[in-house]
DNA sequence: CGCGCAGTTGATCTTCGTCAAAATGTGTGG
DNA sequence: CCACACATTTTGACGAAGATCAACTGCGCG
């Protein structure tokens, strides 16, 4: 665990290697995964603003490769890097509108419409083996948080997709036999 | 309405006098309502990115008062006014926050506590007139579209918060009596 | 007086979450 | 190699929250 929800923010990372979830609790049981990282992205900049504590937390799925960037370093680097400034500011910008969507998501679509979403996004974030197995191991516990479902839900709609022959999976890894299908159903009453 | 999603972005607004809501559409029939903005806010800033597409839609809840100001011109001031940049990124970081804690809560949180959190939203961003009611009329629609529910439930669930002396109405304004409550259905089980 | 429309309420129906049991897997020690 | 404890996956049954549909109210207006 990088860092806990509500702590004080004290610097951001960068991610050299390796793959984490940011997520936010709700009580002791449940969370939401808003978020997964992988090499080459940032984690931690969500706790820039007027509260200095992280409004989520973040957890490495496997062994992962850190550069940790003080915070004041980070923020002076911004004063004077403007180029960095416009680059942070339009991926938040992006980051606001994919959340805004998954919001609009989570509440107008059903839960296999959501899955079929997740699932597409991370074919496109993670990409595929050689196999066409998606590059990312994915507990079904954890679908069930990026879906904003239970285990046992996402656990039948997943069994669903595999009966349809719309999905695949072997061990830890799954693929996605029939993108097009995925689409249907995710635009459906759209 | 100032522009619809789906159009290209030509600019952005700031807003001197009015109220305009921010919404994203599912299908013909629903929306989703992210944001209310006033005056003082900025309305269009989500269409910055690299698709120059509006991912949302406007429109004006009473007769608005707006500055328009056309998007070379905006990034080229962003290029040249460093601390509006700074600004405006700081910006996007609280509203990203405030998008992910309401997704979170649109995820987890029965609908009782979703209005409540939205009333002590609104009243917190809009204030109260003399009387206690929120500076804002607010129709039973929009309150559904904001809390992501159903017209008819939002209505039963107000009628519940008027039964148990928390809120009142009068005529198209909302007061709301005892913040307290309020508080308590929104922190239940979180 | 009749029509239309927003506000209101009631009745049902679906989806999904919850709980619990059964099946299957995994490890450990004898 | 087997027996046992324990964890994880899978399936089934049930119930609750809320969406949907439809009817009813009051009210303005032609």
Redesign the pocket.
């Given at each position: 665990m990088l860092f806990r929800e509500g702590e004080p923010v004290n610097g951001i990372y960068f991610v050299n290697a390796g793959k984490v979830k940011v997520h936010k609790h709700w009580g002791e049981e449940k969370e939401l995964i808003v978020r997964f990282a992988k090499e080459g992205d940032i984690v931690g900049h969500r706790g820039v603003g007027s509260e200095m504590v992280y409004p989520v937390s973040a957890t490495a799925l496997e062994t992962v490769d850190l550069c940790f960037i003080d915070l004041a370093f980070f923020q002076a680097t911004l004063k004077v890097n403007h180029e960095l400034l416009h680059a942070l500011m339009m991926f938040y910008a992006s980051e606001l509108q994919e959340s805004e969507k998954n919001m609009r998501n989570l509440v107008h679509m059903?839960?296999?419409g959501r899955i079929a979403h997740a699932l597409l996004a991370l074919l496109k974030k993670f990409g595929t083996n050689e196999e066409g197995y998606i590059n990312m191991t994915l507990?079904?516990?954890d679908l069930a948080s990026y879906t904003?479902?239970?285990?046992?839900?996402a656990?039948?709609i997943m069994?669903e997709l595999i009966q349809e022959d719309i999905i695949a999976i072997s061990g830890k890894y799954i693929a996605v036999k029939d993108p097009a299908r995925l689409e249907i159903l995710e635009a459906e009453a759209g």
């Amino acid at each position: 665990m990088l860092f806990r929800e509500g702590e004080p923010v004290n610097g951001i990372y960068f991610v050299n290697a390796g793959k984490v979830k940011v997520h936010k609790h709700w009580g002791e049981e449940k969370e939401l995964i808003v978020r997964f990282a992988k090499e080459g992205d940032i984690v931690g900049h969500r706790g820039v603003g007027s509260e200095m504590v992280y409004p989520v937390s973040a957890t490495a799925l496997e062994t992962v490769d850190l550069c940790f960037i003080d915070l004041a370093f980070f923020q002076a680097t911004l004063k004077v890097n403007h180029e960095l400034l416009h680059a942070l500011m339009m991926f938040y910008a992006s980051e606001l509108q994919e959340s805004e969507k998954n919001m609009r998501n989570l509440v107008h679509m059903p839960v296999k419409g959501r899955i079929a979403h997740a699932l597409l996004a991370l074919l496109k974030k993670f990409g595929t083996n050689e196999e066409g197995y998606i590059n990312m191991t994915l507990s079904r516990q954890d679908l069930a948080s990026y879906t904003g479902t239970t285990y046992e839900t996402a656990f039948r709609i997943m069994s669903e997709l595999i009966q349809e022959d719309i999905i695949a999976i072997s061990g830890k890894y799954i693929a996605v036999k029939d993108p097009a299908r995925l689409e249907i159903l995710e635009a459906e009453a759209g």
